[in-house]
């Protein structure tokens, strides 16, 4: 079993930066991609971005330019920095783990950007 436990959420102005961390322990295989995904109120669960154990990363194009996935494989943790944020960037964002045909939750972190 994987558990993922995520942290860094919070309120923001438009144009601010936060950092989320997800930390992830349990059954961990080195091969593996980890990742956020975000889910705004009333719409459904999108991928932000995600990261390979070898370091391949790829981005959602509405955060392109703007956010910045990094794992540290050692620590078996994700972070997402983002930076120059938008009120359409709020949202429950959830830290994923994807092994061996099965993917794994955090329980999310809310992100909220006001105008």
């Known amino acids: 079993q994987v558990q993922l436990v995520e942290s860094g959420g919070g309120l923001v102005q438009a144009g601010g930066s936060l950092r989320l961390s997800c930390a992830a322990s349990g059954s961990i295989f080195s091969i593996n991609a980890m990742g956020w995904y975000r889910q705004a109120p009333g719409k459904q669960r999108e991928l932000v971005a995600a990261?390979?154990?070898?370091?391949?990363?790829n981005y959602a194009d509405s955060v392109m330019g703007r956010f910045t996935i990094s794992r540290d494989n050692a620590k078996n943790a994700v972070y997402l920095q983002m930076n120059s944020l938008k009120p359409e960037d709020t949202g429950v964002y959830y830290c994923?783990?994807?092994?061996?045909?099965?993917?794994?939750w955090g329980q999310g972190t809310k992100v909220t950007v006001s105008s």
């Open positions: 990261i390979t154990s070898a370091g391949s990363t």
């Open positions: 994923t783990l994807q092994q061996l045909g099965r993917i794994y």
